[in-house]
Each structure stands twice: as structure tokens, then as C-alpha cells.
Nanobody, 115 residues
Framework: QVPLVESGGGLVQAGGSLRLSCVAS????????MAWYRQVLGKERELIAR???????GYSDSVKGRFTISRDNAKNTVYLQMDSLEPRDTAVYYC?????????WGQGTQVTVSY
């Protein structure tokens, strides 16, 4: 089983919404704070949202108030609801625990926001 699989990316106009999904193995999902990261071509990967098993959340200033991280424990799935998308949100989005486990970086899912 692939440890982490992201999906849900696509092309959307500015102001639109997308919901990303990340299915994790039960082992990873149950023991860890889960997080979403993103990487713009040529730049470092950045942490944008995290969700502890108890339910607490944290967001980077760049997405606070627009993005919402959540989890479905029954499905071992973490979601990232992205609203009011802006062109600067264009990136490849990844999920991983926080702190990240380097062997588990997946392919990510591309999000492109057009003007």
C-alpha cells in the first residue's frame, strides 16, 4: 500500500474552490499530526496547514481564513478545503505528517489558479 496518496487538484479560476484529499495508511494516520504542504516550482516546500489527532489546527498566514483542514478517521483521509483561491496558490500540494516523514512524500496534486 502506498503510504500517502493525494488527489483533487485541478485548474480553477481565481475566487473558486477546490477540495484536496489525502488517503493515508492506517499506521500513519492514527499516530500523527497530519499536514498539508505546497511547493511552487523553484521554491522550497512550505507547511500550510496541520491537524493534530485531538482536533487542533494551525495555518500559515498565507492561507489562514481561506483554507480548512479536516480529517475523516473512518476513512484514514485528510482533506484541505480551499476557498477564495488566488493565483499565488498555484503549486503542487502534498500531505505528510508533521513533522514530515521524508520517505513518505508522494507525487502531490497540482493546483493551478488562473486570473
Amino acid at each position: 500500500q502506498v503510504p500517502l496518496v493525494e488527489s483533487g487538484g485541478g485548474l480553477v479560476q481565481a475566487g473558486g474552490s477546490l477540495r484536496l484529499s489525502c488517503v493515508a495508511s492506517a499506521k500513519i494516520f492514527s499516530l500523527n499530526t497530519m499536514a498539508w504542504y505546497r511547493q511552487v516550482l523553484g521554491k522550497e516546500r512550505e507547511l500550510i496547514a496541520r491537524l493534530v489527532p485531538g482536533g487542533g489546527t494551525g495555518y500559515s498566514d498565507s492561507v489562514k481564513g481561506r483554507f480548512t483542514i479536516s480529517r475523516d478517521n473512518a476513512k484514514n483521509t485528510v482533506y484541505l478545503q480551499m476557498d477564495s483561491l488566488e493565483p499565488r496558490d498555484t503549486a503542487v500540494y502534498y500531505c505528510n505528517p508533521y513533522p514530515p516523514l521524508p520517505p513518505y512524500w508522494g507525487q502531490g496534486t497540482q493546483v493551478t489558479v488562473s486570473y
